[in-house]
């Protein structure tokens, strides 16, 4: 039904940029939200950056003023674009989305969060 779909990650040396890209597809009513987790190894996922289809946003102290976040409501698209990157920026990074769809009558909208398949993202010299 509904597909998240990462793009962007790599290996990158500290003080480095990438760009990760998620795309959302499928059967849907509206985005409420778009956030980016990430997870490191031997770590709980943490949230990175979220943000709303209104254009709020938030952030994860330890990324303020590196990572921006950003969406594009036409294309169900979320973005972070990640700059000034450091080692203990390494985790696996994932898109997260609160997605609204009609049921099948058309009747009723609910809501449901999915995830994407996580992409990695190495910060190493």
């Known amino acids: 039904q509904v597909q998240l779909v990462e793009s962007g990650g790599g290996l990158v040396q500290p003080g480095g940029s990438l760009r990760l890209s998620c795309a959302a597809s499928g059967s849907i009513f509206s985005i409420p939200a778009m956030d980016w987790y990430r997870q490191a190894p031997g770590k709980q996922r943490e949230l990175v950056a979220a943000s709303t289809s209104g254009g709020s946003t938030d952030y994860a102290d330890s990324v303020k003023g590196r990572f921006p976040i950003s969406r594009d409501n036409a294309k169900n698209t979320v973005y972070l674009q990640m700059n000034s990157l450091k080692p203990e920026d390494t985790a696996v990074y994932y898109c997260?989305?609160?997605?609204?769809?009609?049921?099948?009558?058309?009747?009723?909208?609910?809501?449901?969060?999915?995830w994407g398949q996580g992409t990695q993202v190495t910060v190493s010299s």
């Open positions: 997260n989305a609160a997605i609204r769809q009609r049921d099948g009558l058309g009747t009723r909208i609910y809501e449901s969060v999915y």
